[in-house]
């Protein structure tokens, strides 16, 4: 044990005892000066100690060490340089200039890098590939990717491969320059997040896919050419991974899991974490969702590959690291406590009306389903120091180095944004022009840096996306554009009885390409109505063209890929309709059958004229574009009628 030594006689600090306080009554001198109890001359503003040295005037009662100045110098405020420029390069118009449709809600929107299109995804299975154009966007290509729900998307970091993965539990490949549907993944299980994890310009594209009810992550060939999976990762995470994202500075992927847990992993060699970041998990903050008891829904790498920015649930806290350490950098809460004691104590960024801020903490309160908690993300600006994120107020731009919110998008728009990509333009002298040039009042950099900034977002419940823009002039009647027609979202509607479904042309979206054919639904009403029907539910996706005879026809329709399966939407076979149309004529679509009135779901695309079919199978269309496709097909190399190669339907639009 230590010796105690006695406080009176030790050096350094004094017991509070050796000081006279001031309350104590001074005693009055002869000379009517007034002393304290020791004898010395008191002063208001100073005290004696009791070995009577006086203390010096310019000294403190009771500091001990240095002093601190007078007066501290104020803590200079933190700045970016150029930051008016990267404001400059975001939106400017806080209200949305156009909003554009899916036939339902939307799920996921992406902005391809260099190839400059937006790619939307919705809950019934559609993608649209829309290009970016000098003014705004316009549509390119639609596929029904998928029979229900999409559940994860990710783009390749060149901005070449774009992927998807449903509920059906496949995986479709898309390649993004062509709008083109590469491949389709069979999986075994169904799929919970994707991500491609290898770097831009590579020659073998890798697909990271981790399961909806298990611990592993399985690498794909991106390109979808071979269905086994190249690599197993088993031992990574020890429950379900959440969210996966690739930093293609560091050749690293970050995957998070539902317990909490975040692992850094080359997606090559050994499959370790890198060498190029922190050594030890504990001199890192990535303990702090499992501390939160909380998991990381998304995540988000800034371009620069320095930071990056996760969404969490339950705790709904938005966090930026620092990649190479690990550690926390900023913490924002969007709780629903925080935002309620906010608002009640006029603290908030807005203040808004009790009403207002009541429907849209309802709002708020629906992000507590799981389903759309990995639809909720983050992202970057291009200059990776500002972040953007949907809130009970809006979009906010946030500058993460002085800690402040610069922009709010969508404040007073009757929707919350969930889903968020943004495109701010190319230069058009790329890497000639630096930020200092830029920053510049010269007028012809500033042409050459003249760029057409776009956010887009998704909305809570809504069949639409909606589209910031430099646009001033914007007329509340006209900025949603009628482009589809929206399926009734009411549930009321859904024991309505349906009408009858019908239509005067499809198009067949095949591995070989596309079939244009027309319909007659006056000579054959019940064959359209089911390959109409069919084809809306998504029930020819997949399906192969199973019999290919030379000048003769390509059929196809059969969900067992074989000829023996499908059956009409009435769940039994249903009759012939004949009518005046002939097999006349090469490609004429008609029903496959097993003898009189035993029409399915199979169907044929004849190639030469075939007269002995008539009054046999019931004609209900004709190829009128794509014939090429269609002896395309005819020619493919055939082993008893059979294609070696699968020829598949991606899925069937109806015009």
């Known amino acids: 044990m230590a010796d105690q030594t006695d406080p009176q006689s030790a050096p350094g600090k004094r017991s509070r005892s050796e000081f006279e306080t001031d309350s104590i009554a001074p005693q009055v001198a002869a000379n009517g000066q007034s002393n304290g109890p020791d004898g010395c001359p008191s002063k208001t503003t100073h005290r004696c100690v009791a070995d009577k040295v006086p203390i010096d005037e310019t000294s403190s009662d009771d500091d001990i060490g240095p002093a601190l100045p007078s007066s501290a110098p104020k803590k200079k405020r933190r700045k970016l340089p150029y930051e008016k420029l990267y404001i400059s390069a975001l939106p400017s118009s ?11 809600q939307l799920s996921f929107v992406t902005m391809t890098p260099y190839t400059d299109f937006l790619i939307t995804s919705s809950i019934d299975g559609v993608v649209k590939f829309w290009k970016k154009i000098a003014d705004g966007i316009e549509a390119v290509k639609e596929f029904k990717a998928h029979v229900g729900e999409i559940r994860s998307v990710s783009v390749s970091q060149d901005g070449r491969n774009y992927a998807t993965a449903g509920v059906d539990k496949t995986i479709k490949v898309f390649d993004v320059i062509t709008f083109d549907l590469l491949a389709i993944i069979q999986l075994e299980f169904a799929p919970r997040s994707i ?39 088993s031992k990574t995470h020890r429950s379900t991974v959440t969210a996966m994202a690739y930093n293609n500075e560091f050749d690293c992927v970050l995957s998070a899991d539902e317990s909490g847990m975040m692992e850094y992993w080359r997606p090559s060699g050994n499959y370790e974490q890198p060498g190029s970041v922190w050594e030890y998990k504990s001199s890192t903050d990535l303990f702090a969702f499992k501390k939160a008891k909380s998991s990381a829904t998304s995540i988000t790498i800034s371009p620069s590959g320095t930071h990056f920015a996760t969404m969490s649930f339950p705790d709904r806290r938005i966090r930026v690291f620092d990649f190479a350490s690990g550690k926390l950098y900023r913490t924002y809460d969007e709780s629903i406590a925080t935002i309620t004691d906010m608002q009640q104590a006029g603290t908030s960024l807005q203040k808004l009306e009790d009403v207002e801020f009541g429907r849209r903490l309802a709002v708020e309160r629906e992000m507590e389903n799981a389903a759309l908690q990995p639809k909720i993300n983050v992202i970057f600006d291009e200059s990776s120091n500002f972040i953007l994120y949907g809130s009970i107020l809006g979009v ?30 190319q230069p058009q002298k790329k890497g000639v022009v630096t930020v200092s040039m ?4 010269n007028p012809l950099l500033q042409e050459a840096e003249e760029r057409d900034p776009m956010l887009v977002t998704t909305g809570s419940g809504k ?16 900025r949603d554009v009628q482009n589809e027609k929206a399926k009734h979202l009411n549930p ?11 239509g005067h042309a499809a198009i067949i979206h095949t591995t070989y390409g596309d079939i244009h054919i027309r319909l007659f639904p006056d000579a054959a009403p019940k064959a359209v109505e089911n390959f109409v029907t069919h084809s809306r539910s998504g029930y020819y996706n997949s399906t192969k063209f199973h019999r290919v005879i030379k000048k003769f026809m390509i059929q196809c329709g059969d969900p067992l890929g074989d000829g023996t399966g499908g059956e009409s939407i009435w769940g039994k076979e249903f009759e012939d309709e004949f009518s005046t149309l002939k097999h006349d004529k090469p490609y004429t679509v008609s029903m496959a059958n097993a003898g009189p009135n035993t029409n399915g779901s199979q169907f044929f695309i004849t190639t030469e004229k075939t ?13 009128v574009q794509g014939l090429d496709v269609v002896h395309k ?20 639009d109806v015009l």
């Open 94 to 104: 806080p209200r949305y200039s156009k909003s554009l449709m899916h036939k339902d």
């Open 195 to 233: 991500c491609y994890v290898h770097r831009r310009g590579a020659s073998l594209p890798l697909l990271a896919v981790s399961e909806e009810a298990g611990k592993s992550i399985s690498i794909y060939d991106g390109r979808g050419e071979n269905q086994k999976p190249i690599h197993f990762l």
């Open 396 to 425: 906010k731009v946030i500058n993460t180095l002085t800690n402040r919110v610069m922009k709010v998008f969508g404040k007073d728009e009757p929707f919350r944004s969930l889903n968020l990509a943004l495109y701010q333009g």
């Open 438 to 441: 830029a920053a510049s009042n």
């Open 463 to 478: 069949v639409r996306f909606y589209i910031f823009s430099n646009e001033t002039e914007i007329s509340r009647s006209t």
């Open 492 to 502: 009321r509607h859904q024991t309505e009885t349906k009408p009858i479904e019908t």
């Open 611 to 623: 007269p002995w079919l008539d009054n046999k199978h019931t004609i209900f269309g004709r190829a």
């Open 633 to 652: 097909i005819e020619n493919t190399r055939t082993f008893k009628e059979k294609p070696e190669e699968d020829i598949r339907i991606i899925n069937i």
